[in-house]
């Protein structure tokens, strides 16, 4: 059998030219062979190649486009791996930053020892509701998506981390407002691109369109914002990802919908306005 080195360097001269990442030939590799983090991949070099054969048919997919979160079926989001598949969204960086914004500014509207009620709209993979969990524990945390087969990949992920998460099927606010269930925060990434010609092949042939495409004339942007005062109980944050290209036309719909609220547009780490907060008193 081949060594784990030899297989590595073999991959590398077969994706040299293809446009595929040595990053992504480790990542394959690492998850066969058992191996914690991708450069292990460089230590363990001279040991035995377990599943060349296996790694051999990845790498034929990775060649066509397919994603290597699909591949492999796992995701990792800040701390955690989570199940992935073609029914879901392969979670992000800039989700991340979401994620990590809202920890760092929920105090500047609650006291986040509270016992909170959150919902994680469009949830997907379920990365929001457990990251929002992991930090605060003592969050009611609830998870929706208006896709059965998401909510079944959200469902595999709670139960794996152990997050306590109550899960609604339905289009954005309508199983909250269906369960009469009162929100201090609502948390969102909804589906945002405009053109698809502004996305990798990658995404265009392979993720869910449902969570990717915006029609700006049935947007969950606008569902929220409409219906956002049969959820509310007191003041109410809302915290969505967004394009870049999307303000204007957000700042419109804020307008025409709420009432007596604060916004804010938040930069991520390239500089682009990719986060929108805002609170509803």
């Known amino acids: 059998m081949p060594t784990i080195g030899e297989v590595y360097d073999e991959a590398l001269r077969f994706a040299k ?9 480790r990542i394959l590799i690492a998850f066969d062979e058992g191996l914690r983090e991708q450069i292990d991949v460089i230590y363990e070099r001279d040991k035995e190649m377990r599943n060349p054969l296996t790694f051999k048919e990845q790498l034929t997919r990775l060649e066509k486009g397919e994603p290597v979160e699909y591949i492999i079926k796992e995701a990792r989001f800040l701390d955690r791996r989570l199940f992935v598949d073609k029914r879901v969204l392969i979670p992000r960086g800039e989700t991340e930053e979401l994620v990590a914004n809202i920890t760092e500014r929920i105090g500047d509207y609650y006291d986040p020892r509270n016992y909170l009620c959150c919902a994680d709209i469009g949830t997907g993979s379920g990365a929001i509701a457990i990251a929002l969990k992991d930090a605060f524990p003592n969050w009611v ?23 306590t998460v109550r899960t609604l099927e339905g289009d954005a606010l309508k199983p909250y407002m269906e369960n009469h269930i009162n929100l201090d925060i609502i948390v969102c990434n909804p589906p945002y691109i405009l053109n698809k010609e502004d996305a990798q092949d990658s995404v265009r042939d392979y993720e869910p369109g449902s969570a990717l495409w915006l029609d700006k004339s049935s947007s969950v942007y606008e569902s929220i914002f409409r219906d956002y005062r049969s959820v509310k109980k007191g003041s109410l944050l809302m915290a969505f990802e967004i394009s870049p290209d999307l303000v204007d036309w957000l700042v419109c719909l804020m307008k025409r919908y709420l009432k007596d609220y604060h916004y ?7 500089q682009n306005d990719r986060f929108l907060f805002v609170e509803c008193e």
Request: overall charge negative; proline content about 0%; aromatic content about 6%.
């Open 17 to 25: 030219g293809k446009g595929l990442l040595s990053a992504d030939i």
């Open 141 to 163: 945390m609830m998870a929706s998506d208006i896709s059965k087969g998401a909510l079944e990949v959200a469902k595999v992920n709670f139960a794996s981390s152990g997050a």
């Open 264 to 270: 804010e547009f938040v930069k991520d780490l390239n």
